[in-house]
Nanobody, 124 residues
């Protein structure tokens, strides 16, 4: 099994910054992509940004130029630096591990995993 442990959410004023972290733990062989999704009240979960093990990044148009995703493959950790936060960024942010390959017992498995979510609130 793989566990994703998120940290860094909180309350921030408009224009402020936050940095989210997500560490994947377990007997991990590799993770194809790690990313962040968010879900605001009454809305569907949407991709914010993701990054492959090779460093290819992908961003939602609404966060381009404000958010930066990075990854430490040796630590199986992904970060999301969020600058110039706006009220519309308020949501629960979820970490995702896409195609995480891991050992369990004598077996080797690949599946997707989600973190438990961390609240980001942008308000004055």
């Amino acid at each position: 099994q793989v566990q994703l442990v998120e940290s860094g959410g909180g309350l921030v004023q408009p224009g402020g910054s936050l940095r989210l972290s997500c560490a994947a733990t377990g007997r991990i062989v590799s993770i194809y992509a790690m990313g962040w999704y968010r879900q605001a009240p009454g809305k569907q979960r949407e991709l914010v940004a993701d990054i492959t093990s090779g460093g290819t990044t992908n961003y939602a148009d609404s966060v381009k130029g404000r958010f930066t995703i990075s990854r430490d493959n040796a630590k199986n950790t992904v970060y999301l630096q969020m600058n110039d936060l706006k009220a519309e960024d308020t949501a629960v942010f979820y970490c995702n591990a896409d195609r995480a390959t891991y050992y369990q017992g004598i077996g080797r498995y690949t599946r997707n995993y989600w973190g438990q979510g961390t609240q980001v609130t942008v308000s004055s």
